[in-house]
C-alpha cells in the first residue's frame, strides 16, 4: 500500500514538473478560425508542382515562419522552399496560393528539425507539400483553405497591412490536421509575410 501510494505520488509530481516546464503559445496572439469539416475532393497536399522561375517573378514574394513549443524550450522555424502565386486583387488585397515545400523545414536544433520530418509530426515524406490559398481578403479578415497533413480545411484569421507588405501571425491547433502527439504542445505559432 505504502509502495502504491509513493508511486503514485511520483506520477503526480511528474505529471506537474511536466506541465510547468512546456513551454506555450502566447496569449496576446490570435487563433485562427478553422472550420471542423475536413474539405473532401480538395485535398492537394501532395501537391508537389513547383512555380517556373519566369512564373514567380511575376508573383509576390511570401514568406512562411513558425515557433513550436516543447518542454522547457520554444523553437522558431522557417520554409526554404515555397512557391507563391499571390497577386494583388482590384481592391489591392492578396489573393493566390502558397506551397510550402515540407522537406525545406528548418528549424534553430538539428535534431528538432530531423525530428519534426518523422511520422511522429509532419511526416514530409508521405506529406510532401502543404498548401495554403487566400480566396479574399475584407476588412482586415483572410478567408481561404489549408492542407497539412494531407488534410484540407477553411480557415480566417486576421491580417495587418503595411507600406511594404501584408503580415499575418497566429496560432493553430496541429489536431485540426490529424497531428497528434504529446512530447510537444501541438499548438504552432504561425507568421506569413507577403511582400507588395
Same mark, same amino acid.
Given at each position: 500500500?505504502?509502495?502504491?501510494?509513493?508511486? @503514485?505520488?511520483?506520477?503526480?509530481?511528474?505529471?506537474?514538473?511536466?506541465?510547468?516546464?512546456?513551454?506555450?503559445? /502566447?496569449?496576446? $496572439?490570435?487563433?485562427?478560425?478553422?472550420?471542423?469539416?475536413?474539405?473532401?475532393?480538395?485535398?492537394?497536399?501532395?501537391?508537389? *508542382? /513547383?512555380?517556373?522561375?519566369?512564373?514567380?517573378?511575376?508573383? @509576390?514574394?511570401?514568406?512562411?515562419?513558425?515557433?513550436? !513549443?516543447?518542454?522547457?524550450?520554444?523553437?522558431?522555424?522557417? !520554409?526554404?522552399?515555397?512557391?507563391?502565386?499571390?497577386? @494583388?486583387?482590384?481592391?489591392?488585397?492578396?489573393?493566390? /496560393?502558397?506551397?510550402?515545400?515540407?522537406?525545406?523545414?528548418?528549424?534553430? %536544433?538539428?535534431?528538432?528539425?530531423?525530428?519534426?520530418? %518523422?511520422?511522429? !509530426?509532419?511526416?514530409?515524406?508521405? !506529406?510532401?507539400?502543404?498548401?495554403? %490559398?487566400?480566396?479574399? $481578403? %475584407?476588412?482586415?479578415? *483572410?478567408?481561404?483553405?489549408?492542407?497539412?497533413?494531407?488534410?484540407?480545411?477553411?480557415?480566417?484569421?486576421?491580417?495587418?497591412?503595411?507600406?511594404?507588405?501584408?503580415?499575418?501571425?497566429?496560432?493553430?491547433?496541429?489536431?485540426?490536421?490529424?497531428?497528434?502527439?504529446?512530447?510537444?504542445?501541438?499548438?504552432?505559432? @504561425?507568421?506569413?509575410?507577403?511582400?507588395?
Amino acid at each position: 500500500m505504502k509502495k502504491t501510494f509513493t508511486f @503514485l505520488i511520483v506520477i503526480v509530481g511528474a505529471f506537474i514538473i511536466w506541465n510547468l516546464i512546456q513551454t506555450k503559445p /502566447r496569449e496576446d $496572439i490570435q487563433n485562427a478560425e478553422v472550420s471542423s469539416e475536413v474539405i473532401l475532393g480538395e485535398n492537394i497536399g501532395s501537391d508537389t *508542382a /513547383r512555380v517556373s522561375e519566369e512564373g514567380i517573378k511575376n508573383f @509576390l514574394e511570401t514568406k512562411v515562419s513558425f515557433k513550436g !513549443f516543447g518542454p522547457g524550450k520554444e523553437h522558431s522555424g522557417s !520554409f526554404t522552399s515555397v512557391d507563391s502565386t499571390m497577386m @494583388l486583387d482590384e481592391n489591392g488585397m492578396p489573393s493566390g /496560393r502558397v506551397v510550402v515545400f515540407m522537406d525545406s523545414l528548418l528549424v534553430d %536544433t538539428e535534431a528538432v528539425t530531423k525530428h519534426l520530418k %518523422t511520422v511522429d !509530426f509532419f511526416d514530409v515524406v508521405k !506529406f510532401e507539400t502543404s498548401i495554403f %490559398t487566400i480566396e479574399n $481578403i %475584407t476588412n482586415g479578415k *483572410a478567408d481561404g483553405s489549408m492542407t497539412i497533413h494531407g488534410v484540407t480545411k477553411k480557415i480566417s484569421f486576421d491580417v495587418t497591412e503595411s507600406n511594404e507588405d501584408f503580415n499575418a501571425t497566429f496560432n493553430i491547433d496541429m489536431k485540426d490536421f490529424g497531428i497528434n502527439q504529446t512530447f510537444a504542445n501541438e499548438v504552432v505559432e @504561425l507568421s506569413v509575410s507577403i511582400k507588395k
